[in-house]
């Protein structure tokens, strides 16, 4: 079991998501920026799909019930085991009764948490991944709280010590590249060269299901509503109020809003990266672009996992020499002491 002895915000139970039951109104939920959860799962000796901890901001503190393997990603996240400060994106160790304390990211805004053998919370629908809207999935479909308890699955050795020597790509350049549409036409030109011209930034108003942005309002001269047609992560509504939202990971469905563009797959994880006032903007791509930049974006991830390397050893510290056993063994008091 890892024990939840304190927990940041929207602390989530995911795995690689739901697929395929988007025509039954069931979203893929999953994590809101894959590379950095199939990292995470390296690094701890998973497998990619395997369910981690994703956490907004902070982490939060995980005691062991037993001895175990982790790895914690997010940009230079602030990290303890016990009172030892520890590093993001490798291999660490943790002793029955030790706790890992996770604390604030630096410039990205979501970060996981892999254990050796993964979180075995009881799979819904094929996935162990949570869908808040619907308390679907995880641990008793919700976030985290003090005092919760999760299963770790078997493992059967001990994992290399390894460490990232390269990371998923940083979130600080903030032009998003979309496709327009499906419903562009909704738009006058004047509208669409605003929304492609002007500088937008991620509102404080953002969870799993979706990202508001503020800045210039985008008025549909064709009106607002429309028959509910399908969305997917990544569509950019645009509501009465003119503010347009983006759908993330839980996004629903279907939406009765026009869409004014689509953000790539190469490009949403990274949108999902930007924190709260960072200034974006958007540029329109064709869909050859788009498949291109995904195709890349693989290529990218796979020479990530490729490229780890060992871990640097554990620096001895006071604290740590004093916490282990140094003494191998004992003199007999009939052979002489090795200083004669």
Same mark, same amino acid.
């Given at each position: 079991?890892?024990?939840?002895?304190?927990?940041?915000p929207?602390?989530?139970?995911?795995?690689?998501?739901?697929?395929g039951?988007?025509?039954f109104?069931?979203?893929?939920? *999953?994590?809101? $920026?894959?590379?950095?959860?199939?990292?995470?799962?390296?690094?701890?000796?998973?497998?990619? $799909?395997?369910?981690?901890?994703?956490?907004?901001?902070? @982490?939060?503190?995980?005691?062991?019930?037993?001895?175990?393997y982790?790895?914690?990603?997010?940009?230079?996240?602030?990290?303890w085991?016990?009172?030892?400060?520890?590093?993001?994106?490798?291999?660490?160790?943790?002793?029955q009764?030790?706790?890992?304390?996770?604390?604030?990211?630096?410039?990205?805004?979501?970060?996981?948490?892999?254990?050796?053998? *993964?979180?075995?919370?009881?799979?819904?629908?094929?996935?162990?991944?949570?869908?808040?809207?619907?308390?679907?999935?995880?641990?008793?479909?919700?976030?985290?709280?003090?005092?919760?308890?999760?299963?770790?699955?078997?493992?059967?050795?001990?994992p290399s010590?390894?460490?990232?020597?390269?990371?998923?790509?940083s979130?600080?350049?903030a032009?998003? %590249?979309?496709?327009?549409g499906p419903?562009?036409?909704?738009?006058?030109?004047?509208?669409?060269?605003?929304?492609?011209?002007?500088?937008?930034?991620?509102?404080?108003k953002?969870? %799993?299901?979706?990202?508001t942005?503020?800045?210039?309002?985008? $008025?549909a001269?064709?009106?607002?509503?429309?028959?509910?047609?399908?969305t997917?992560?990544?569509?950019?509504?645009?509501?009465?109020s @003119?503010?347009p939202?983006?759908?993330?990971?839980?996004?629903q469905?279907?939406?009765?809003?026009?869409?004014?563009?689509?953000?790539?797959?190469?490009?949403?994880?990274?949108?999902?990266?930007?924190?709260?006032g960072?200034?974006?903007?958007?540029?329109a791509?064709?869909?050859?672009?788009?498949?291109?930049?995904?195709?890349?974006?693989?290529?990218?991830?796979?020479a990530?996992?490729?490229?780890?390397?060992?871990?640097?050893?554990?620096?001895?510290?006071?604290? %740590?020499?004093?916490?282990?056993?140094?003494?191998?063994?004992?003199?007999?008091?009939? $052979?002489?002491?090795?200083?004669?």
């Amino acid at each position: 079991m890892l024990e939840v002895v304190r927990a940041g915000p929207l602390v989530t139970v995911q795995d690689a998501g739901r697929i395929g039951l988007r025509a039954f109104g069931v979203s893929a939920a *999953g994590p809101m $920026e894959p590379d950095a959860m199939v990292l995470a799962n390296a690094l701890a000796g998973n497998t990619p $799909e395997m369910a981690v901890l994703e956490f907004a901001s902070v @982490g939060g503190t995980f005691r062991a019930t037993k001895d175990m393997y982790v790895a914690v990603t997010g940009s230079d996240a602030a990290l303890w085991i016990d009172d030892s400060p520890a590093r993001p994106c490798q291999t660490l160790s943790l002793s029955q009764g030790q706790t890992l304390r996770v604390g604030s990211l630096g410039s990205t805004l979501w970060g996981y948490i892999a254990v050796l053998g *993964g979180i075995a919370c009881d799979p819904v629908m094929g996935s162990r991944s949570t869908q808040l809207r619907f308390a679907l999935g995880g641990h008793l479909g919700r976030t985290l709280e003090a005092g919760d308890t999760l299963p770790v699955g078997p493992c059967t050795a001990p994992p290399s010590l390894r460490k990232a020597t390269s990371r998923p790509a940083s979130s600080a350049l903030a032009e998003i %590249r979309v496709l327009l549409g499906p419903q562009d036409d909704f738009f006058s030109q004047e509208v669409l060269t605003r929304f492609l011209s002007a500088y937008y930034s991620v509102s404080p108003k953002f969870d %799993r299901m979706a990202m508001t942005l503020e800045g210039p309002s985008l $008025e549909a001269e064709k009106g607002h509503d429309i028959v509910s047609d399908g969305t997917l992560p990544g569509s950019i509504q645009v509501p009465g109020s @003119g503010v347009p939202l983006v759908l993330m990971a839980e996004g629903q469905t279907t939406g009765g809003y026009p869409k004014i563009a689509t953000v790539i797959g190469a490009d949403l994880p990274r949108l999902a990266q930007l924190r709260p006032g960072t200034r974006l903007s958007f540029k329109a791509v064709t869909l050859d672009e788009a498949e291109n930049a995904l195709v890349t974006s693989r290529k990218a991830t796979r020479a990530m996992l490729s490229s780890l390397g060992s871990a640097d050893p554990i620096q001895p510290t006071s604290e %740590r020499l004093l916490s282990v056993n140094l003494i191998s063994g004992v003199w007999p008091e009939d $052979e002489a002491s090795p200083n004669g």
